[in-house]
Nanobody, 123 residues
Framework: VQLQASGGGLVQPGGSLRLSCAAS????????VGWFRQAPGKEREFVAA????????YYPDSLKGRFTISRDNAKNTVYLQMNSLKPEDTAVYYC?????????????????WGQGTQVTVSS
């Protein structure tokens, strides 16, 4: 059972990135999937989540309109599209899967975690 996060990199302010979270060893569409991020010296922060049944999406108010989470069940993958990136978006981004919880904002709800991918927003 593994989650693999990828797609991070260095991008200029105002740019975009799309992160991917690919699952192996289990069927991701049976799980809610969340993205979190952690900047140096800060706690892990909720970024986005997508529910397992109807694909309902959740975001903190601070990120609504810039970030979009989606899933492709055929590819067993969840994506995070990030637009209008700012230097304060710089962090390691993690994806996680939760089988039976609707507390998507909480790290405690998740059963499996990916290894993280670094996103750096800088000119």
């Amino acid at each position: 059972v593994q989650l693999q996060a990828s797609g991070g990199g260095l991008v200029q302010p105002g740019g975009s990135l799309r992160l991917s979270c690919a699952a192996s060893g289990f069927t991701l569409d049976y799980y809610a999937v969340g993205w979190f991020r952690q900047a140096p010296g800060k706690e892990r922060e909720f970024v986005a989540a997508i529910s397992r049944l109807f694909g309902k999406t959740y975001y903190p108010d601070s990120l609504k309109g810039r970030f979009t989470i989606s899933r492709d069940n055929a590819k067993n993958t969840v994506y995070l599209q990030m637009n209008s990136l700012k230097p304060e978006d710089t962090a390691v981004y993690y994806c996680a899967a939760a089988f039976d919880s609707d507390r998507y904002y909480s790290t405690d709800s998740y059963d499996y975690w990916g290894q993280g991918t670094q996103v750096t927003v800088s000119s």
